[in-house]
């Protein structure tokens, strides 16, 4: 069992950027794939991206690609997403979720979830 804490939410601008991160509460020693998941209001939590336990191979739901960035750092026990050119309909609130399976992009295969962190994108 692992513990996760996401932070770095916050209001930005539209073109905006924002860099958040996701704490493990112990060390993971490349044991999960992670992956950042959103959920606007009234709206099904959705993919965003992923990173397999090495940190070589990454997804990208097709909204985000070219504008959005998955990294870890598994020995600071951390994953990062930086988010940049921020537009009004990224804003929800971002999780991120870690599997003991392989990385999917469904959020049925992730076992692990954090509290979220608001992202809110001003037009």
């Known amino acids: 069992q692992v513990q996760l804490v996401e932070s770095g939410g916050g209001l930005v601008q539209a073109g905006g950027s924002l860099r958040l991160s996701c704490a493990a509460s112990r060390r993971t020693s490349s044991a999960y794939d992670m992956g950042w998941f959103r959920q606007a209001p009234e709206k099904e939590r959705e993919f965003v991206a992923a990173?397999?336990?090495?940190?070589?191979?990454?997804y990208y739901a097709n909204s985000i690609k070219g504008r959005f960035t998955i990294s870890r750092d598994n020995a600071k026990n951390t994953v990062n997403l930086q988010m940049n050119s921020l537009k009004p309909e990224d804003t929800a609130v971002y999780y991120c979720?870690?599997?003991?399976?392989?990385?999917?992009?469904?959020?049925?295969?992730?076992?692990?979830w954090g509290q979220g962190t608001q992202v809110t994108v001003s037009a």
């Open positions: 979720a870690a599997s003991t399976g392989s990385v999917s992009t469904s959020q049925y295969g992730y076992n692990y």
């Open positions: 990173i397999s336990r090495s940190g070589i191979t990454t």
